[in-house]
Every structure is written in structure tokens, then in C-alpha cells.
């Protein structure tokens, strides 16, 4: 079985200028969240989307938005960036019920010049 | 406000021994913890979780302790082997609280560097 795939690994990007990630959850996964890894902050939740909606939403700026499709895939995107925006941008998904287990992607590491 | 946090950064060890990861936690709405693993360049990877009905869960070589008056995990590792040298993060969700509308919703402790020396 498959696994999370992230695309792509890795992107340069400059200030202001936006960005577009994608994730592929697990087949038969139908939740995929987001997170931003960033070494003063740590891991932080972004957003979760269930069934094409936005079903949790954490304390991002208006930037940063996400859309799911109907095959589960997920895309994250982030306008205007900043140099603050530089991170490790992980997906995860999950059946998203009660109890589940969230599996990670390897993550896209985003640098912002 | 961080609502979970893994005081110690690092943790040092000898092969053999057992590796005693803390994490506490302030909401008390949480009601579903995870510990994760994560390698360099890697994604984190599901080792164990516990629900707020249980104090300890076991799975091999890694057990899993909750003490809910004090708001208190931690993660037992016996025996440590270098190829648990790697971050261990904990993790809390309201899961069970909410049903699955806040499953995917996980916060997560900033996490401690474990190095298990041969």
C-alpha cells in the first residue's frame, strides 16, 4: 500500500511570490491535514479537510489556504509569502474517524529568499 | 500558549537501557494522545496511543503511560537501540470527545531528541 506522497520535496521560492504543495493521502483515506514544522515553533496544525471540506482550521494567517478533491488528493497553497513562511510543510491523512491514526508524507521543504 | 509540551530537548542513553520520554499537557479536553517518531528528512512515523479511558498501553518494546490528574505522559522504550536515536514528539486531539470531527486536528509537543549510544 502506498504511501503519503508530498510533492514536490523541496522549493525556493522569493517574498511574495505564492506556492502550491500537493499531497496523495493512503488510498481509502478520506481526511488530510496539514502542518507547518519550523524549529522555534514545532509542529503546528494548519487545516483538515474531510470529504472536500475544510473541516478544522488552526491559527494561520488568511494566506494560507487548501482545497481537497474528490479522489482525497490535497493541495496547500500560501500567497504572499514572507521569510517567516520557510518551514517543512508535512501532510497527513487518516480515515478520520474517532481514534484514527494520522500517516505523514516526507514533508515539503520550502525556503523563501 | 502551548498546550503540550516535551520539556526536555534531549535524552541520552546507553543501548540496552530503558529511554523515559515526558510530555505534559494543560487542556484537559484532550482525550486521545499519540506518540510519533521522526528521522531526518523524514516524515513522522506512528509508534503508539493511548485514549484517556486507559493508563498504559503496550506495544512491543514501547509502552505508553497516562496519568490524567496530573496531566502527565510518557513514553518507555526497553530496551533503547540505536535506531531509536531519532525525535519523538507527543501528540493530543479532543477525538474522543468530538467524535471524528476533531481527529485530525493534532497538537503536537516541540518534542525530544533521543540518542541511544552503543
Known amino acids: 500500500k502506498a504511501g503519503v506522497t508530498q510533492t514536490p520535496r523541496y522549493l525556493i521560492k522569493t517574498r511574495g511570490q505564492q506556492v502550491t504543495l500537493s499531497c496523495s493521502p493512503i488510498?481509502?483515506?478520506?481526511?488530510v491535514s496539514w502542518y507547518q514544522q519550523t524549529p522555534g515553533q514545532g509542529l503546528q496544525f494548519l487545516f483538515e479537510?474531510?470529504?472536500?471540506?475544510?473541516?478544522n482550521k488552526g491559527n494561520f494567517p488568511g494566506r494560507f489556504s487548501g482545497r481537497q478533491f474528490s479522489n482525497s488528493r490535497s493541495e496547500m497553497n500560501v500567497s504572499t509569502l514572507e521569510l517567516g513562511d520557510s518551514a517543512l510543510y508535512l501532510c497527513?491523512?487518516?480515515?478520520?474517524?474517532?481514534?484514527?491514526?494520522?500517516?505523514f508524507g516526507a514533508g515539503t521543504r520550502l525556503s523563501v529568499l | 500558549d502551548q498546550q503540550v509540551k516535551q520539556n526536555s530537548p534531549s535524552l541520552s542513553v546507553q543501548e540496552g537501557r530503558i529511554s523515559i520520554l515526558n510530555c505534559d499537557y494543560t487542556?484537559?479536553?484532550?482525550?486521545?494522545f499519540l506518540w510519533y517518531k521522526k528521522y531526518p528528512a523524514e516524515g513522522p512515523t506512528f509508534l503508539i496511543s493511548?485514549?484517556?479511558?486507559?493508563d498504559k498501553n503496550e506495544d512491543g518494546r514501547f509502552t505508553v503511560f497516562l496519568n490524567k490528574s496530573a496531566k502527565h505522559l510518557s513514553l518507555h522504550i526497553v530496551p533503547s537501540q540505536p535506531g531509536d536515536s531519532a525525535v519523538y514528539f507527543c501528540?493530543?486531539?479532543?477525538?474522543?470527545?468530538?467524535?471524528?470531527?476533531?481527529?485530525?486536528?493534532?497538537?503536537f509537543g516541540q518534542g525530544t531528541t533521543l540518542q541511544v549510544k552503543p
Open positions: 497527513a491523512s487518516s480515515k478520520g474517524v474517532a481514534k484514527n491514526i494520522q500517516y
Open positions: 488510498s481509502g483515506h478520506r481526511s
Open positions: 479537510y474531510f470529504s472536500e471540506t475544510q473541516r
Open positions: 487542556n484537559s479536553m484532550f482525550d486521545y
Open positions: 493511548i485514549s484517556s479511558i486507559k
Open positions: 501528540a493530543a486531539s479532543t477525538a474522543l470527545l468530538h467524535g471524528s470531527g476533531n481527529t485530525g486536528k493534532l497538537i
